[in-house]
């Protein structure tokens, strides 16, 4: 069965200071992967996605990066922190064939906790 | 732009029935989505509608009327543990997911 990790579980960071989240999927094999965004009482926002390794599309400009070393691993970072920043993260991962978008369901870790103070 | 609508918040009592409804405003459609979020944790999958009618798993069925741009989500014999906000979201032309903000259900003894 598949499986996907997140750490850590919670982080408090400063403002300005850089951020490495990371999150790996087992069990399956070239998945499409995202990193979302929650904010309190607030719906998804994706933020970045992909279909490959080393292949990324952002959707929201921002501070924060993304990149794909491996085939099941995702790693949202940032250089510098900002109080905007603050939220719950929150990987998620879907079957793919083929290396495309789909309509499969996608299936989340346990998220990240982030404050900035 | 894109908009999903649903309910903040919505109170049941243990035992009975209730319709989490969600209209949604999308470029293109490819199925709407419903999960379930317990209060610091992820979401988890709970259905998945393509085509127009109901679709029923055990105590959980989800409605979509793409015409008419709506869904609900219907929960039966109501248990404490079902107190979670529940997602909707909708998959645009571009396999993009369009999220709602959720429905926090409540359920009361």
């Known amino acids: 069965s598949q499986t996907i990790h997140q750490w850590p579980a919670t982080l408090v960071q400063p403002v300005g200071s850089p951020l490495s989240l990371e999150c790996t999927v087992e069990?399956?094999?070239?998945?499409?992967l995202y990193w979302y965004r929650q904010a309190a009482g607030r719906g998804l926002q994706l933020l970045f996605y992909s279909v490959g390794i080393g292949q990324i599309s952002s959707e929201v400009p921002q501070n924060l990066s993304a990149s794909r070393p491996q085939d099941r691993q995702f790693i949202l970072s940032s250089k510098k922190l900002l109080l905007s920043d603050s939220g719950f993260y929150l990987c998620?991962?879907?079957?793919?064939?083929?290396?495309?978008?789909?309509?499969?369901?996608?299936?989340f870790g346990p998220g990240t906790r982030l404050t900035v103070l | 732009g894109q908009n999903i609508d649903q309910p903040t918040e919505m109170t049941a009592t243990e035992g009975a029935i209730v319709q989490i409804n969600c209209t949604y405003q999308t470029s293109g459609f490819n199925g709407l989505f419903w999960y379930q979020q317990h209060a610091g944790e992820a979401p988890t999958f709970l259905s998945y509608?393509?085509l127009d009618g109901l679709e029923e798993k055990g105590r959980f069925s989800s409605f979509l009327s793409r015409s008419k741009g709506y869904s609900y989500l219907l929960l039966k014999e109501l248990q404490m543990k079902d107190s979670a906000s529940y997602l909707c979201?909708?998959?645009?032309?571009?396999?993009?997911?369009?999220w709602g903000a959720g429905t926090k259900l409540i359920i009361k003894p």
């Open positions: 069990g399956t094999s070239n998945p499409n």
């Open positions: 509608n393509v």
């Open positions: 979201a909708v998959m645009d032309s571009n396999y993009q997911l369009i």
């Open positions: 998620a991962w879907s079957p793919i064939p083929g290396g495309r978008p789909s309509t499969d369901t996608q299936y």
